[in-house]
């Protein structure tokens, strides 16, 4: 039963634009999301995380939004970049954090 | 920032043999760490959660006797691959929930370790 779901397993992007990578939940008591960043033979790096609470979180070049009704969130990278590219995170946890659930990941690539 | 370091980085090891991965968080102290699982293209797999001074509590289908891991200390998670065999080789990453900041702004990973079992 996989409770968080990335469904693309790779997205491919021209630097400069937008890179919109999703995320889908089944638990609805998931209180806080996460996205992590990963290169190959690394462990993962915290990106951007967004509350239940909220609708969007903004962090730079990075943007969470959240649809509780959808139980849908996305990370938007804009603009991209070629050092975006590596493999990105879902994550969707409890309330402070005990235990995280990971999605399976999404290969962004952006090429110069 | 926060740092866990996590060692060794790669390690090769004959099959039946034991090897030992470290996790160490250099400037928090963590009462809580995770250990992790990835297989290849796949996700990270949640194998237990270490708890300083009590047992780890292990997700279901993962060998307790087999994956062996201690949490002596605020600052230092441990596992242990017994009795190691080919299908154990993987990449094995640890995660710190810093005491102060909780897991609300994203655990620590190490930089995990490749293992393989020959």
């Known amino acids: 039963d996989q409770q968080v779901k990335q469904n693309s397993p790779s997205l491919s992007v021209q630097e400069g634009r937008i890179s919109i990578l999703n995320c889908d939940y089944t638990?609805?008591?998931?209180?806080?999301f996460l996205w992590y960043k990963k290169y190959p033979a690394e462990g993962p790096t915290f990106l951007i995380s967004?509350?239940?609470?909220?609708d969007k979180n903004e962090d730079g070049r990075f943007t969470v939004f959240l649809n509780k009704s959808a139980k849908h969130l996305s990370l938007h990278i804009v603009p991209s970049q070629p050092g975006d590219s590596a493999v990105y995170f879902c994550?969707?946890?409890?309330?402070?954090?005990?235990?995280?659930?990971f999605g399976a990941g999404t290969r962004l690539f952006v090429k110069a | 920032g926060a740092v866990v370091s996590q060692h060794p980085s790669r390690v090769i090891c004959k099959s039946g043999t034991s090897v030992k991965i470290e996790c160490r968080s250099l400037?928090?102290?963590?009462?809580?760490m995770f250990w992790y699982r990835q297989f290849p293209k796949q996700s990270l797999m949640l194998m237990a959660t270490?708890?300083?001074?009590?047992?780890?509590?292990?997700e279901q289908g993962v060998e307790k006797d087999k994956f062996l891991i201690n949490h002596a200390s605020l600052t230092l998670s441990t596992l242990t691959v017994t009795s190691a065999h080919p299908e154990d080789s993987s990449f094995y990453i640890c995660?710190?929930?810093?005491?102060?900041?909780?897991?609300?702004?994203?655990?620590?990973f190490g930089s995990g370790t490749r293992l393989t079992v020959v």
């Open positions: 995660s710190a929930r810093d005491n102060v900041l909780g897991g609300l702004y994203g655990y620590t």
């Open positions: 638990n609805s008591m998931f209180d806080y």
């Open positions: 967004i509350s239940s609470i909220k």
């Open positions: 994550a969707a946890s409890d309330t402070g954090g005990f235990k995280t659930i």
């Open positions: 400037d928090f102290q963590a009462t809580t």
């Open positions: 270490s708890n300083e001074g009590s047992k780890a509590t292990y």
